[in-house]
């Protein structure tokens, strides 16, 4: 069945109207009949199978048949924190950082960054993220949706990456003793990862010297220099694979 995002479900409601743009989805794109069959999701954790009650040309209503029971999060819970990059690469990422599960996604600006985001486009930006990130969650069945917050510094993020039971990462492309397999394999799987991963023109030495003070472990994923959206998507899967929920067991 398809899915559609309804942020305000009310509790014990019977008949919900569908929010503008999942209703125009539903008669101008899918063209869907008074009958068919629904799932809507809050972003929250609440899932129910609905039937299209009435499609008009102002609304669209659906009545709530069932309540369903949400996919299980992943064991492993993933801070990405990843630097803001140029053009439609930041999109990817949300949508596949999505897809494979992180519980939260932070941005950040370093000194390398190339794109600085001033107050206006910040606002429509995250207007946008948000957007990229309920369809997301829509097309690959998750019931809660990561959390998503504006830019912050790189100073700030290190800083704030604190909590106990959590392993700190960073992601650098001199890195030459330690990589990705060889760490997940020598300690024992962790509850929480703050994976950190930088821009196109990389780290300078002074942030990789900030980001040791503060515990994170300098990383290599393998030989051949990756854009910073292949990375992050590297990362998330092979972390998902080994302490994670991208298994066929599970």
């Not at 069959?37 to 954790?45: A, L, M, S, T």
């Not at 999109?91 to 897809?99: G, S, V």
């Not at 969650?137 to 100073?155: M, T, V, Y």
């Not at 472990?217 to 994670?244: H, K, M, N």
Request: net charge positive; hydrophobic share 40%.
């Amino acid at each position: 069945m398809k899915r559609f995002f309804v942020e305000q479900i009310p509790y014990c409601a019977d008949l919900i109207l569908m929010p503008e743009k999942e209703a125009n989805h539903i008669k101008k794109v899918l063209r869907m009949k008074e009958g068919d069959r629904i799932i809507i999701f809050d972003g929250k954790g609440k899932e129910f199978e609905s039937i299209i009650d009435k499609v008009s040309y102002k609304e669209v209503r659906v009545r709530i048949i069932k309540n369903l029971s949400s996919r299980p999060l992943s064991p492993l819970k993933i801070t990405l924190a990843q630097a803001v990059v140029k053009g439609p690469a930041l999109d990817y990422i949300l949508q596949k950082a999505t897809e494979l599960g992180v519980t939260d996604i932070v941005f950040f600006y370093s000194e390398r960054t190339v794109v600085k985001l001033n107050t206006d486009n910040l606002g429509k930006k995250m207007i946008r993220w948000q957007e990229i990130i309920k369809s997301a969650s829509k097309q690959c069945g998750r019931a809660f949706l990561p959390g998503l917050k504006p830019p912050i510094s790189f100073e700030d993020l290190v800083k704030g990456a604190t909590n106990k039971n959590t392993l700190r990462l960073i992601l650098w492309e001199r890195e030459e003793n330690h990589n990705i397999k060889d760490l997940l394999q020598s300690v024992h799987p962790v509850p929480h990862v703050v994976a950190i991963v930088g821009p196109e023109g990389g780290f300078t030495d002074d942030e990789i010297h900030f980001a040791k003070r503060y515990d994170f472990r300098l990383l290599s994923i393998g030989r051949r220099v990756l854009r910073s959206d292949t990375a992050s998507i590297a990362l998330l899967s092979i972390l998902q694979y080994e302490w994670g929920d991208l298994s066929l067991s599970l």
